[in-house]
């Protein structure tokens, strides 16, 4: 909102009411004469008090006379020179007695249009000046009371919309499907000239930060054409029909400004499956019906694009993705590395970079990182190198803001007993000793034992050599053993276990889960999935769900075959772990001492233990 208009207070109501009380109080009696018997009339113009008289059919308008006052010397009252009105009776010697006592006297015709005016038209003139003075500081604003049915989408004119496909990086499959519609919204004649029609509908369907907005945002910028950029949650309101009325605004706003492209970022807030759930949003279906009818309703050849984004595609209405619709999915998913770099690099142009600070070097570290990740990154690099007063970002900077976004902030405050570190210590160089014990695992970078987060005491930092899509059998039980290396070392060391390997053992046993009941990775179950489709949030009834379709002895077998698994990898941990017994002691020691090290060190002190498989 603009910051030179002014919000509604109820102050205004108050300043009102006050205003009409003086008015009635002063005002008004200056316009409304006192009406007196004609007896009292009669004394008054006896005693001289009359000053002029106005005589009608019905009724005698007068003045009295103002008089000092004779105690005070102060000027005339206003009771002496007050204005009367009193009935007029057939009474043959009035003229005499005004003459009589020099009263001005004048006849009139009856009129009451002029106190009709000021005694009805006037207040009700205030009465609606100032209502509709209200009226319009409700209306002020996007929020305004009065401008409740109009579009709040946000619209950027062709010269303002300064994105363009340099500036998203990663999505390059994206892009390709995208530039069919730049084509289309530069030259229409081309495609009309063989009869084609773009399609009404463009559906971006990704993880959160993966860019779809920016995506969206840079197809207009290519094309040159007025964007107009809404969100799902945006159309509905606390007021009935007014979701409607919106989508219809922002339409008709498109169209006379074609060619145009309307964006609608989570379109999953107002494209949910209609009658699901226990209770159905009335208020949200009729906005999505309306919403249907106007992209039905529209001639694609005027020119105006819709594009939608959204991370939850599942959940959306069947008719919002059936052909004429949302005909068109683009996925935009998370980049591989390549992609990350050219993510990396596109940041890093608004920053000061040091020249041995190598961003390849940080694309191999984030796998599966998104854009805002990555954007996260640079910046938090940037605040650690202001911080330690540094001129330019060096790589340490970037490896450690890697580090706060994969393990949290460290929490140097929180200091632990000597014996609980030195348990922590044992408990991460475990967890490396096992993973570069076992090949084809990934790389062990870094350990420490520095708290950070909200619960981590310690962490293992371990970095794939390359970008993977599929995993067998084997890597799978690998991961879980590396897993169980923190628990079994903290065994062979202490003779007893602690509640460190919580969250290792809940994602050891997810593993495991996964192996057997969805991936069909269990020898004795045979090529069978059980995992059922996992319903979304909004759609849970409350009612508790049945664990699957299958019998309960199948569940029995499942439950063994997942306990075998842990079993076997544990029974694998603890023996590999029994030849290194040296090894972990001194790494465990080295620790201690300088609290972080890599995978170099550990490596260096398995050579010298003859640990080295």
């Given at each position: ?43 008054a113009v006896t005693a001289d008090k009359v000053e002029e008289v106005s005589i009608s059919p019905s009724v005698i308008h ?237 001639d694609p050849r005027v020119g105006v694009i819709l594009m939608a984004a959204t991370n939850r595609p599942e959940i959306l ?228 769900q049945p664990p699957g379709d299958y019998s309960e002895e199948t569940s029995r077998e499942i439950d063994c075959e997942v ?51």
């Amino acid at each position: 909102m603009d910051p030179k208009q002014k919000q509604f207070s109820i102050w205004y109501v108050f300043v009102a009411l006050w205003a009409l009380m003086l008015i009635q109080i002063f005002v008004a009696p200056l316009f409304n004469p006192t009406e007196i018997p004609y007896s009292e009339f009669k004394a008054a113009v006896t005693a001289d008090k009359v000053e002029e008289v106005s005589i009608s059919p019905s009724v005698i308008h007068g003045r009295m006379k103002p008089e000092p006052d004779s105690a005070k010397g102060s000027p005339p009252v206003a009771k002496d020179g007050r204005v009367f009105d009193t009935v007029r009776v057939e009474d043959p010697d009035l003229v005499r007695d005004l003459g009589t006592h020099h009263v001005k006297v004048t006849g009139v015709i009856e009129s009451t249009f002029v106190r009709d005016l000021l005694s009805w038209v006037v207040p009700i003139a205030l009465f609606v000046g100032v209502w509709l003075f209200l009226l319009r500081r409700m209306g002020q604003g996007q929020g305004g009371f009065m401008t409740v049915g109009r579009s709040k989408a946000k619209i950027y004119m062709e010269k303002e919309v300064k994105v363009s496909f340099a500036d998203a990086a990663g999505v390059d499959e994206a892009k390709e499907e995208l530039q069919e519609v730049i084509e289309f919204l530069k030259t229409p004649e081309k495609f009309r000239r063989l009869g084609g029609k773009i399609p009404k509908g463009i559906l971006l369907v990704g993880p959160p930060g993966t860019g779809k907005t920016l995506l969206a945002k840079a197809v207009a910028g290519e094309a040159a054409v007025p964007f107009f950029s809404t969100s799902g949650s945006e159309f509905v309101e606390m007021f009935v029909g007014v979701g409607a009325a919106r989508v219809r605004d922002l339409f008709i706003q498109a169209k006379e400004k074609a060619p145009c492209i309307i964006f609608i970022d989570e379109l999953d807030a107002l494209g949910k499956a209609r009658g699901m759930g226990p209770m159905a949003h009335e208020e949200r279906e009729q906005t999505l019906n309306q919403l249907l009818s106007e992209m039905d309703g529209f001639d694609p050849r005027v020119g105006v694009i819709l594009m939608a984004a959204t991370n939850r595609p599942e959940i959306l209405d069947p008719a919002l993705l059936r052909a004429g619709r949302f005909d068109r999915h683009v996925l935009v998913d998370r980049p591989d590395k390549a992609g990350r770099l050219a993510i990396l690099k596109i940041h890093a142009r608004s920053v000061k970079l040091a020249s041995e600070a190598d961003l390849e070097a940080i694309a191999i570290m984030t796998p599966g990182f998104v854009g805002a990740d990555l954007a996260n990154i640079i910046n938090e690099a940037a605040l650690l190198a202001v911080r330690r007063d540094k001129d330019k970002i060096e790589l340490a900077d970037l490896q450690e803001a890697v580090e706060r976004v994969i393990a949290g902030l460290e929490k140097k405050n929180r200091v632990l007993n000597p014996a609980e570190k030195e348990r922590v210590a044992h408990h991460e160089v475990g967890h490396a000793l096992v993973a570069l014990s076992i090949p084809g695992t990934d790389t062990v970078q870094k350990i420490s034992i520095i708290p950070r987060g909200i619960a981590a005491l310690g962490y293992t930092i371990q970095l794939p050599t390359e970008d993977r899509f599929l995993m067998t059998k084997s890597e799978l039980e690998n991961k879980i053993a590396v897993l169980l290396g923190g628990r079994v070392a903290e065994e062979i060391i202490y003779r007893e276990v602690s509640t460190g390997a919580q969250d290792d053992l809940l994602k050891a046993t997810d593993i495991a889960k996964s192996m057997v009941k969805a991936y069909g990775m269990s020898e004795k179950l045979g090529q069978i999935s059980f995992e059922r489709e996992r319903q979304p949030l909004f759609l849970q009834t409350g009612q508790p769900q049945p664990p699957g379709d299958y019998s309960e002895e199948t569940s029995r077998e499942i439950d063994c075959e997942v306990r075998r698994i842990i079993d076997e990898q544990y029974a694998r941990v603890r023996t590999l772990l029994d030849k290194r017994q040296d090894a972990l002691r001194e790494a465990a020691a080295l620790l201690l001492g300088k609290e972080t090290m890599t995978g170099e060190d550990l490596k260096v002190i398995m050579a010298k233990s003859g640990a080295r498989q």
